[in-house]
């Protein structure tokens, strides 16, 4: 009998642990990088943001972040992470677009593009620019944004106008946790595409952006930690239930 109870209570914990829960959260923060020595043009408060390379061979890149730690409990476990971008303008066909995680803090100020805000606007105090990670005293360590090398995934982004999402992997995965268990490096991703000719941008809609259904979106599966209490449930309820099984058989 003992050994049952400690099995069932076993596998009530197990079972417990092993229930994981689905969220989506939106941007907390996007801008695009608007290739620019002078640290000028930016776009944080704009409908759209963009990645690649224009007609006159400049690049822009995106930049997205999302408040890891304020919406998943600690100690959560990351099952997968997949992020949905809107695509809504093209100047190419199919161009890789990757995702590459960013290795230093930057900032989302009131600049907003007139148009259709490919040429950014003035930067305003508090903006990522090419060169700064707040406009205008604080410096990215390299023009155009400090990042990993490798990416975390990649994937090709066509000329049709509609959703496009990079799937869970391993990297997207490693990523999240980390931001969990260290929101103070909780920096996002930049958004990169082909850089290695002329006229490849793609534009995707921001969190600012008018219609909420086309704004980024980061969907994550993961297991939380049991609370101590719930374990605590668990247990009373399973020696409760090995109580039971005794009066019955008196």
Known sequence: MRTSLVAALSLSIAGAAARADVISIGAAQDNTLYEDFQGSRSNGSGRYMFAGSTAGWAYRRALVAFDIADSIPPGST??????????????SGNEAV????????????????????????????????????????????????DFEGAHSASILVGPSVGFYTWSSNVALIADVQGWLDDPGQSFGWIVIGNESTYTTAKRFDTRENGNANYRPMLTIEYVPIPAPGGCLLLMAGAI?????????RR
């Open 78 to 91: 990351i099952l997968s992470a997949s992020l949905t971008l809107h695509m809504s303008r093209s100047i």
């Open 98 to 145: 990757s995702l590459h995680r960013v290795l230093a803090d930057w900032g989302e100020g009131a600049s907003r593009a007139p148009g259709e805000e490919g040429e950014g606007a003035p930067s305003q105090p508090g903006d990522a620019t090419w060169i700064h990670t707040f406009y205008d005293s604080q410096f990215w360590a390299a023009p155009g944004g």
């Open 240 to 248: 409760g239930l090995g109580a039971r099984r005794r009066a019955g």
